[in-house]
């Protein structure tokens, strides 16, 4: 699981890179496939009282094109 402040941490790593401001941003399925990030949401949970009151929700779409494959990944995590 990763928290709003850890993805914020992550993504200000990989945002020093001229070339990662401009990438496509996608979410890989657990079935390996790839869908871009079409919306995302803060929603708010219905647990009173509770330590986890919001989330970060990443809506998904299958990729409008292709692109072409991979050849070198960077984990940050």
Do not use: Y
């Not at 390996?32 to 330590?51: A, F, P, R, T, Y």
Request: charged fraction near 25%; proline fraction near 1%; charge should be positive.
């Amino acid at each position: 699981m990763i928290d709003g402040k850890t993805l914020q941490t992550i993504l200000a790593k990989f945002l020093e890179s001229e070339v990662a401001k401009f990438a496509r941003v996608q979410v890989q399925m657990p079935n390996g496939d790839l869908h871009d990030i079409s919306q995302i949401k803060l929603m708010e949970n219905m647990i009173v009282g509770g330590h986890e009151t919001h989330r970060i929700v990443l809506k998904t779409e299958k990729q409008k094109h292709m692109m072409s494959k991979v050849i070198r990944s960077s984990d940050m995590t």
